[in-house]
C-alpha cells in the first residue's frame, strides 16, 4: 500500500534553515507528481509547491517563493523541502502528498519558527 513518511522538522529560529525528506513506498515513484502542503494552527491546509515527475519542473506558493525548494531523488525514492530564511509564519505542520485517486496523505512533521 502507499505509505509517505514525513521528517526533518523540528525547532528552528528565524531566519534558519530545515531540510524535510517525505520518504515514499507502494507505488512507482518516479512515475507521479509529488507535493508539500502545510497546515497551521486554526488555518486550513495550502499548498507550499509540487514537483513533476521526469524532469521535475517545479511551482511554489508565492508565500515560500525564492526561500524554499522542492527536489526529488527517485533513486531514493524521496521528495525534499529545502526551507532557508525561515519566518515564524511558516511555523505548521507539513504534508507530503500523492495525488492519486482520492489523494494519499503522509502524517506530517512540525516545524516551528520562533522569532
Known amino acids: 500500500q502507499v505509505q509517505l513518511v514525513e521528517s526533518g522538522g523540528g525547532l528552528v529560529q528565524s531566519g534558519g534553515s530545515l531540510r524535510l525528506s517525505c520518504a515514499t513506498s507502494?507505488?512507482?515513484?518516479?512515475?507521479?507528481?509529488m507535493s508539500w502542503y502545510r497546515q497551521a494552527p486554526g488555518k486550513e491546509r495550502e499548498l507550499v509547491g509540487t514537483?513533476?515527475?521526469?524532469?521535475?519542473?517545479?511551482n511554489y506558493a508565492e508565500s515560500v517563493k525564492g526561500r524554499f525548494t522542492i527536489s526529488r531523488d527517485d533513486a531514493k525514492n524521496t521528495m525534499y523541502l529545502q526551507m532557508n530564511s525561515l519566518k515564524p509564519e511558516d511555523t505548521a505542520v507539513y504534508y507530503c502528498?500523492?495525488?492519486?485517486?482520492?489523494?494519499?496523505w503522509g502524517r506530517g512533521t512540525q516545524v516551528t519558527v520562533s522569532s
Open positions: 502528498h500523492l495525488r492519486v485517486g482520492f489523494g494519499f
Open positions: 507502494g507505488f512507482t515513484f518516479s512515475d507521479y507528481a
Open positions: 514537483i513533476t515527475s521526469a524532469g521535475g519542473k517545479t
